[in-house]
């Protein structure tokens, strides 16, 4: 099963004057995991809910497979859906929330109890948890809860709305492979509703970049880092500095991106354009070191390995010299290098 | 420190409710066993009400109106109160429960007067219609609120999952919206059903014949009549059935509370 396809075809929708979606036009390929990712209010989570019908758009079509779904009601869509509050039955205990869209459905008996029990396991949760209320979980364990239910189902299509939003950073990392774990095992057309970068790259086959109601850039997570389309996307995914073209070592006007990790300190050949200045502010972030180093005024960036700024021993205050490549420079529109 | 102040806040009602409330219920009781005529203490009283079939036909007739009271305040206030608490927001939520609870802002006796009047303009006079209606619209936020009291806990999102897990309409009230109004459903109909059973204005107001219920039944005993003790065996005879139907509703719902 290679996972059903959901296209979404030139999708308006406005609450009132606000305008949510602007035509919106995208592809989540099938059994594939697609992260939407944007800033809150740029209509990522508006774009999920019409996905999984439970808002009709003013315009425009959604397809899963080819087929016209746009006015297909939410219980009648087989997808699966994760809310960022998760929305658990409170008055309901672990197994009765997982069974819930089994039971609509008239399944009863030993195949329901099997597939309750199927889903548990495949989510890491034991017995022990079966008759426990949803109140009593941690954060992490309502996270499975919800998971769970959603796909006990067996849905055409799992939706995911900032599901990992309120946990602890580790808990996180551990869902986060978990979800692409069962992903990969289900092969189940995902759409992934987030903010924050770093979880679009740890779970995106295909990352949408969103804004004002726009889908901005579509691609790889690679692709979109490498060659972001705009000033907007090379900040929101990634970090870069925002440079003056010319002082970038360009012949043109405008705004260009470096990636905070592409300027070098202090290089040894092998670039083409070099500066000298101070080193202004250190953040000891673990793995790198985020530098902020002052070029004749302007503030610049870098991102270097910890064993590198350990090697060249630099402190604040410090004079070095700070280069790249003009390779690595993000120019747009016309002057793309 | 907080004890202290609690005790001494707390004083003037309890002070006001011994006075006003258990005292005279104590008098209540000790006129219901005490024969005033032949100065000795019995239990005539309790006989003479629970046998007396003139009696029992008030009490069964009384209880058949709180009843239908109950029901139908609740058949007309759920949807108002699931609509209001699920799919009302800011300010139209505040609108709505004003809109709903302000004529409840006009004293009662004015508003049965009113109703009266209005009842009479389109040709209903006093009986079992004009009477069911006086009580149903007297009642009616007295179910309303508990039932959006209750129905307002239901968390966000939780109708939206359902929906996407392949729940229908009828699904969405049997699994969450009826569990989740249980417990405002009792509190309410408790209400309802104690102050309907022995309402004494509105029967006499809008029933007119019809309108011999218990309410106007112990009140027609005791100041008409100025016979203390059967006014007072029937009521403490009303108030032990309330108590009991109430006691056992609670059980019967108990595995139901959220």
Redesign the interface.
Known sequence: MAGVEVRFEDVWKSYGAVIALRGVTLTAPGGRITVLLGPSGCGKTTLLKIAAGLLEPDRGRVYFNGVDYTRVPAERRDVGMVFQDLALFPHMSVFENVAFGLRVRGVRGLELERRVREVLDLVGLDRSFYNRRVTELSGGQQQRVALARALVIEPKVLLLDEPLAHLDYKVKQKLLEEVRRIQRSLRITTIYVTHDQLEAMAVGDVIAVMRDGYVVQVGTPREVYENPRDLYVASFFGDANILDSRFAGLNSDGLVALRFEDVILNPNGDVDVVYEGVVEDIVFQGAFVSLEVNVNNRSLRLLVPRREFVRQGVSLGSRVRVGWKLSDVRGFNSGRT | MVERSLVIAVAPLVVALLLLFYAPNIALVYYSFYDRVRGVFTVDFYLDVITNTVYLNVILYSLTIAVATVLATLALTLPVAVYIALYSRGFERILLLVIFTTPFWIDFLLRAWALKSLLYMVGVREGFLALMVGMVYDYIPFMLLPLYASLARI????V?????????AL?IWA??II??AVPGVLVGSTLVLLMSFTELVIPSLLGGVRGFTVGPLIYTLILAGDDWGRGAALAIVITVLSVLSIVLAYRRFKGWL?
Do not use: F, M, N, S
Request: hydrophobic share 35%; charged share 20%.
């Open positions: 968390p966000p999102h939780i939206d999952v359902a929906r996407t897990l392949g729940a229908g699904d699994r969450i569990p989740y959220l």
